[in-house]
């Protein structure tokens, strides 16, 4: 946490947009504290608030765009060549398109509050060739209201961050963890009916 805050003081702004845009895309950077520590020094007067949010929110965006082009430009050709071999078709891939359109969309709005999550969906809706603009819209949307929460926690908590910073890392493993098993079940599931 010592070097985020330093990451901050050193580069301020450059710095928040870089480690939020790696930690979006999936480089093993506390987002979340950095979102909390960026609204403590809001509320000491340190940062300035919308230059905090609309560079939190670029970085953010750019992160989970780069997800989503890898996705795209990357896994999607690596599966549809070799994915017979972890048995994947591309019909997994087309099913997985359609689940994104009908019902996946808003797990790319709130997979933002599960670590993890929101860098894989990404991944997945590029994988799946979901359309651009649909992406962005719920994408962008679950960064508004991520960096929106996490920036108020810590300009309302101030001083009492550390704390504060300890019991969101603790509710968020165990989302993640909940998350990691509703979708194995998931798995499961559709794999037996495609036996029966």
């Given at each position: 946490m010592t070097s985020v805050l330093?990451?901050?003081?050193?580069?301020?702004?450059?710095?928040?947009?870089?480690?939020l845009m790696?930690?979006?895309?999936?480089l093993p950077i506390p987002d979340e504290t950095l979102l909390v520590l960026s609204g403590v020094l809001v509320a000491q007067g340190r940062l300035t608030a919308w230059i905090t949010f609309l560079t939190a929110f670029a970085g953010s965006?750019?992160?989970?765009?780069?997800?989503?082009?890898?996705?795209?430009?990357?896994?999607?050709?690596l599966l549809?060549?070799?994915?017979?071999?972890?048995?994947?078709?591309?019909?997994?891939?087309?099913t997985t398109h359609r689940?994104?359109?009908?019902m996946g969309n808003w797990i790319l709005t709130f997979g933002y509050f599960i670590p993890g999550v929101r860098h894989?969906?990404?991944?997945?809706?590029?994988?799946s060739k979901l359309e651009f603009p649909i992406f962005a819209?719920?994408?962008?949307l679950g960064a508004v209201i991520w960096i929106s929460t996490f920036l108020s926690i810590g300009y309302f908590v101030g001083d009492r961050w550390h704390s504060v910073v300890?019991?969101?890392h603790r509710y968020m493993l165990v989302g993640a963890l909940v998350a990691a098993a509703a979708a194995a079940l998931m798995w499961w599931v559709r794999g037996q009916r495609r036996r029966d």
């Open positions: 330093g990451w901050i003081s050193q580069y301020g702004y450059l710095g928040l947009f870089g480690m790696f930690g979006i895309a999936g965006a750019c992160g989970i765009s780069l997800s989503y082009f890898l996705g795209r430009s990357v896994a999607s050709p549809l060549r070799y994915g017979s071999y972890v048995h994947v078709t591309p019909e997994d891939l087309e689940w994104f359109r009908r894989f969906t990404a991944l997945v809706a590029g994988m819209g719920f994408a962008y300890s019991a969101l």
